[in-house]
């Protein structure tokens, strides 16, 4: 007896967890912008792995440094040193502007790096009373999905079910400065904010809201974090977003373009006066640091840097953004963003996103609804001009 066997899609509905809803493409090959699915359709990616994919599907150059390390070692744990890291280490500090960094794995294991480490700064350095650091977030925050960071979600479905929760968080509206001075306390020891809140619906604060940040905390003693996650690497139009303000943090979350594509890597960066609070002992992780994400880091710094790939996004997302205002969709309520980071919100009588993302993924562009009303568009910086009007094409399409 023979039983036909499940399509991928199955397999995944059959044997996964049912915690995500996506599109109904199998993806299984993908270079630069394109992907192409498992019927030899091909489709421009304008998500890029929620930024992850910056330096595009697939870069020859940290495919390359990729296939080096492999042949040669390719996990080491803390314990021991390797050739890899401390390359990399340098090549973040030079990129971010930090003296130090600290290589985690995922986005959220980055967050929670932060947040010890801001918490440790606050006792040991600040002078906060044992157990009692408080920290400043934002409304409507996407910083991962550990049981302390969504803990200071207000995001219902994030937190549902999964209590009790980490204390000692302060939620204060986005965009808002003054809201944030009247919620610091002597024991406050940090602010944490997105430079635009991409999950959220691609939030751009008011002009002048970090640089007001900056100078609350400055006046506080309190360090100004920011999750730069999603927004960093280029996508912006900077290498990172709080420079669009002519600002620098205390300390930044720095992941998804950090591994190119190719491989989980993530890193907290700061000055010596935060990093310095970690002593051996004090937060680790097996993989992180290993000489595979290491080598692989390495070269995706190394893209963004030389190809230049900041002022791509500048260019290239200037460009969308100005055909999408021109559209004049009566379905557009804002066009709003930065760099290649551009959400377009539906009117409410529009209608969800989701079903306008699943008219265009049949028109050969793969994008994502965020928050029930906005289409996001991320592609990969690398994309070409001949590709942002081929979307354009098929997104007027869709919307007028
Ligand atoms: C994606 C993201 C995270 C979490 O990263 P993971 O790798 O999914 O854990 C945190 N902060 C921001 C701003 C993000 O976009």
């Given at each position: 007896?023979?039983?036909?066997?499940?399509?991928?899609?199955?397999?995944?509905?059959k044997f996964g967890a049912h915690n995500y809803h996506p599109?109904?493409?199998?993806?299984?090959?993908?270079?630069?912008?394109?992907?192409?699915?498992?019927?030899?359709?091909?489709?421009?990616?304008?998500?890029?792995?929620?930024?992850?994919?910056?330096?595009?599907?697939?870069?020859?150059?940290i495919l390359q440094a990729a296939r080096d390390q492999l042949?040669?070692?390719?996990?080491?744990?803390?314990?021991?040193?390797?050739?890899?890291?401390?390359?990399?280490?340098?090549?973040?500090?030079?990129?971010?502007?930090?003296?130090?960094?600290?290589?985690?794995?995922?986005?959220?294991?980055?967050?929670?790096?932060?947040?010890?480490?801001?918490?440790?700064?606050?006792?040991?350095?600040?002078?906060?009373?044992?157990?009692?650091?408080?920290?400043?977030?934002?409304?409507?925050?996407?910083?991962?999905?550990?049981?302390?960071?969504?803990?200071?979600?207000?995001?219902?479905?994030?937190?549902?079910?999964?209590?009790?929760?980490?204390?000692?968080?302060?939620?204060?509206?986005?965009?808002?400065?003054?809201?944030?001075?009247?919620?610091?306390?002597?024991?406050?020891?940090?602010?944490?904010?997105?430079?635009?809140?991409?999950?959220?619906?691609?939030?751009?604060?008011?002009?002048?809201?970090?640089?007001?940040?900056?100078?609350?905390?400055?006046?506080?003693?309190?360090?100004?974090?920011?999750?730069?996650?999603?927004?960093?690497?280029?996508?912006?139009?900077?290498?990172?977003?709080?420079?669009?303000?002519?600002?620098?943090?205390?300390?930044?979350?720095?992941?998804?373009?950090?591994?190119?594509?190719?491989?989980?890597?993530?890193?907290?960066?700061?000055?010596?006066?935060?990093?310095?609070?970690?002593?051996?002992g004090d937060h680790g992780s097996t993989f992180g640091g290993?000489?595979?994400?290491?080598?692989?880091?390495?070269?995706?710094?190394?893209?963004?840097?030389?190809?230049?790939?900041?002022?791509?996004?500048?260019?290239?997302?200037?460009?969308?953004?100005?055909?999408?205002?021109?559209?004049?969709?009566?379905?557009?309520?804002?066009?709003?963003?930065?760099?290649?980071?551009?959400?377009?919100?539906?009117?409410?009588?529009?209608?969800?996103?989701?079903?306008?993302?699943?008219?265009?993924?049949?028109?050969?562009?793969?994008?994502?609804?965020?928050?029930?009303?906005?289409?996001?568009?991320?592609?990969?910086?690398?994309?070409?001009?001949?590709?942002?009007?081929?979307?354009?094409?098929?997104?007027?399409?869709?919307?007028?």
């Open positions: 007896m023979s039983t036909t066997p499940l399509s991928p899609l199955a397999q995944a509905d599109l109904p493409v199998v993806i299984t090959a993908a270079s630069g912008v394109w992907v192409t699915d498992d019927r030899g359709k091909r489709y421009l990616d304008m998500l890029s792995s929620y930024s992850a994919l910056n330096q595009g599907h697939r870069h020859p150059r042949e040669r070692v390719t996990l080491t744990s803390r314990a021991f040193h390797n050739d890899q890291l401390g390359p990399f280490l340098q090549r973040l500090s030079e990129v971010s502007g930090f003296s130090r960094a600290l290589p985690m794995n995922s986005g959220a294991e980055a967050v929670e790096t932060g947040l010890k480490a801001c918490r440790k700064w606050g006792y040991a350095v600040k002078g906060v009373p044992q157990g009692q650091a408080r920290i400043i977030v934002a409304a409507n925050n996407f910083h991962g999905r550990t049981i302390t960071i969504v803990g200071f979600s207000t995001e219902e479905q994030y937190r549902d079910g999964f209590g009790p929760f980490t204390p000692g968080f302060d939620i204060v509206p986005y965009g808002d400065a003054a809201a944030v001075e009247v919620a610091i306390t002597p024991n406050t020891v940090a602010v944490l904010v997105e430079p635009i809140q991409g999950e959220a619906g691609v939030v751009v604060p008011p002009d002048g809201y970090l640089r007001a940040l900056r100078g609350i905390c400055d006046r506080n003693r309190v360090l100004f974090f920011l999750d730069e996650i999603q927004t960093g690497l280029g996508r912006t139009g900077k290498m990172w977003a709080f420079e669009h303000e002519g600002i620098r943090p205390d300390c930044i979350t720095v992941a998804k373009a950090l591994g190119g594509g190719v491989y989980p890597i993530s890193a907290f960066c700061a000055d010596d006066e935060v990093m310095n609070v970690f002593h051996p290993n000489p595979m994400a290491a080598a692989v880091g390495r070269a995706a710094l190394d893209v963004l840097v030389d190809e230049n790939l900041p002022a791509r996004a500048a260019e290239m997302g200037g460009y969308f953004m100005e055909r999408l205002h021109e559209l004049g969709s009566p379905h557009v309520r804002e066009v709003r963003g930065k760099g290649l980071l551009i959400g377009v919100e539906l009117h409410v009588e529009s209608g969800a996103a989701r079903p306008y993302c699943e008219a265009l993924k049949e028109l050969g562009v793969l994008c994502k609804d965020t928050h029930g009303q906005v289409i996001r568009f991320a592609p990969p910086l690398v994309i070409e001009r001949e590709d942002v009007d081929f979307a354009l094409d098929q997104v007027r399409k869709v919307l007028t």
